[in-house]
């Protein structure tokens, strides 16, 4: 049961578009207890709360007061300090009452008021995973609002790298057309390296030079204390509840279009709670004082120290890009940007891909192969040449025979040392001496002499008969022929 205060606080938390589960986090309820009062018209007091039972505990409630007065006691402290004044009840009794009469010490915090092109608040949201090149990536999501107009500008990433974080403040800076004064970041390490409390941020050095470049002052907020740049966490929370809650998701390129037009026509075009105006038409007074844009743009990219293989490939975020060869076992530099790597040695540009999004895809240029590939070809032709000089003397002058009168001569010296697997070694020789005494230079020259030398059959013997009746069976008498036909 809950007293009327609390009921009317459930009312106006939920009049102010809170959750059950937020206002039971906030009032220190149990969530179905909000959910049952919420369903109530009025407030209605049982008839069993208007005479609470009497309790072991009661006696023993000033002096708890007492106590939680002085002291931010726990119930554990508390149950001890009333045993040994003669409290024989259960802990959970206690730890309930203490629970509803300790005092609550919220923090205060002050309505923070900008001037037009004063300052931005910046941070990253991630909300699942989004199908692109055949897998799913980590979905994340940029969010810049602007302190005086509440304008928001969201783009849509695959991570939250540092070429993301440079390049979504670029982006933001020329559809905005100019640079507030100020910025301020989360302890992110693509920001801010280190931020010992008490002490100054140390801030990541390419995003200090990025900033002195754009002209803006990086201000990181304190350690543990998010809710001094609530306006853009309100602004995390705002994308996930209105724009990407219940959205089918489809690829990834389908999202930047989508969230410009809720940008569009919904995020900038409401009634902004706190400033009571729509940010879209306080926007004009805000870009009249922002800072001009530097028209030379800031490199957003992420360098690294990176290995090639001795198969002349990188290995970036699980994928491997191909180098030149003479490139293999070499220390380069990768740079990589929202789109494209590029590979470098000392200040040359070695290679350059477009960036794979996909997992243990390789990346491959020809050219880069190319090279190998010909010395291959070539090694592989100066063995066969070794092979074809090897099956005669007369090979050396055959070979210069094709050369002069065959201008595919390489093909026809693969073919001859081809034919040793048939015809073996010492006949194709033999060919070969016999072809260059003929002038013969052609590999189909070989190929016939290497064919009738198979088909030739060993000529016949004398015929020797030993035997006597052999002998007799050759005595024939033989019949005179009539030539009469021929005389006629």
Known sequence: MIDYELYCRIKQSEAAGHSAPQIARALQLHVQTVRRWQ????YVRSQAAQVPRASKLDVHKPAIARWLETHP?????????????GYTGGYSILKDYVRRVRPRNLEAFLTLKFAPGQTAQVDWGSFGSVEVDGTRRALSFFVMVLGYSRFLHVE??????QEWWLGCHRRAFEKL????REVMVDNCKTAVLSHVPGTDPVFNAQYLDFARHYGFTIKACGPGHPQSKGMVENAVGYVKKSFLGGRQMGGFAELGPAASLWLETVANVRVHGETQGRPVDRLPEECAALLPLNPVASPAVRTLSVRASRRCRVSIETNRYSVPTKFAGALLTAQIEGAQVRFFTERTLVAEHARSFARRADVENPEHVRELEERKRQGARQRLRLRFLELSPAAPAYQRGLEERRLNAGHHVATIVGLVALYGAEAVGRAIESAHELGAYSSDYILNLLEQRARDLPQAGPLHLTRADALAALELELRPPDL???TQ
């Open 73 to 85: 006691f726990t119930a554990m402290q508390l149950w001890q300090k009333v045993r040994e004044r």
């Open 177 to 180: 057309g100019g640079v507030p």
């Open 484 to 486: 009469s036909p021929y």
């Open 39 to 42: 369903a109530q018209e009025k």
């Open 156 to 161: 849509f990433t695959l991570g939250q790298g």
